[in-house]
């Protein structure tokens, strides 16, 4: 037994070797392709769209692919306006990663320029299964009416790492043809990640009784969804933090929250943070806010879930 575990080294320094010869050839396919410099291997550049898929993006291409964010983190992706550089960024890239639906919603025509040209543009929201915005509310009233609505689906689909998971396998087959690259073992590598943190929150979430959510604008349908919280209402009722609200809708949104006896108002980027203050002291609860569209600082799409779900958790205990 000893003499066999003595001859692993040998084995796995010829398995390095062999992995060096085909990197080796690879690099030499790359090269005699054109997409070269100066006798040096150019290396891809993928843009996506903001942060937190660029974060999943990261993961995919490793050091194989440089990802570029055009929207800052931090910056609310629907109200981002790109400048010339960021126009550019999109039309060099050799393959771009975006959300759709409108979510980047000033993005939209940039994006569907640069598939003309023939880059080529994965649109998440194309591969994963959509909701609608309250759509426990039209699913009481009427469940047809869900799967055949072409408008009104919610885009911020990351905020379920189930439903994110589900574009995985397409995302890495299509960034991996463009790339030249096999991207299987870190998508799969990468979806459990994703189910890991699903495992996670469903942890969190069962020290609840009871999850009642009035947000900042219509961004949490897929995670209450998944989580079995209900919707009471939003304080800008839209999918887009860049809508507005009015009065009355105000006057209706703190009646819903008294009724269904909230015990915090959560806001986030792009809510004015006065007026869900107002709200919250009416109702006479806390406000609360959360990062919904955002990584944290040196954080990464794992730590945006997992502090999401403490912070709904701890607020409404
Ligand atoms: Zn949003």
Redesign the pocket.
């Known amino acids: 037994m000893a003499r066999q575990s003595k001859q692993y080294p040998t084995r796995i320094s010829g398995a390095r070797a062999l992995v060096l010869a085909v990197l080796a050839v690879l690099t030499t396919a790359c090269t005699s392709s054109g997409n070269v410099q100066s006798g040096t291997s150019k290396t891809p550049v993928v843009v996506a769209t903001y942060s937190i898929l660029g974060d999943l993006v990261a993961d995919l291409v490793g050091d194989a692919a440089k990802v570029i964010v055009v929207i800052p983190n931090g910056q ?3 109200e981002f306006e790109p400048s010339a550089k960021v126009v550019e960024q999109i039309n060099n890239a050799d393959f771009i990663v975006s959300n759709g639906l409108d ?1 980047e919603e000033h993005l939209t025509d940039v994006l569907a320029e640069a598939a003309t040209r023939g880059v080529g543009v994965f649109m998440a929201a194309e591969h994963v299964t959509l909701r609608k915005a309250n759509a426990e509310l039209t699913d009481a009233k009427d469940g047809a009416e869900l799967t055949d609505a072409k408008d009104g689906n919610d ?2 689909l990351w905020l379920d790492p189930i439903t994110l998971a589900e574009m995985i396998p397409d995302l890495s087959n299509e960034l991996g043809k463009a790339l030249g690259l096999d991207l299987s073992d870190s998508a799969a590598q990468l979806s459990l990640r994703l189910a890991t943190i699903d495992v996670k929150i469903k942890e969190i979430m069962s020290t609840l009784p009871r999850c009642a959510l009035v947000t ?4 949490l349908g897929y995670f209450a969804a998944r989580y079995g919280c209900q919707i009471v209402g939003a304080v800008i009722p839209s ?3 860049s809508a507005e609200t009015s009065a009355g809708e105000l006057a209706d949104l703190k009646t819903a929250a008294t009724q269904a006896n909230v015990r915090a108002v959560f806001t ?3 809510t004015p943070r006065a007026v869900v203050d107002q709200i919250a002291k009416e109702v006479g609860v806390k406000s609360v806010e959360l990062r ?2 955002m990584l944290p600082a040196g954080g990464h799409y794992g730590d945006v879930m997992i502090q999401l779900a403490t912070s709904i958790a701890g607020a409404l205990k």
């Open positions: 609310d992706q629907h979510l885009p911020h900042g604008h219509d961004s999918l887009s933090s986030e980027m792009g919904t569209h």
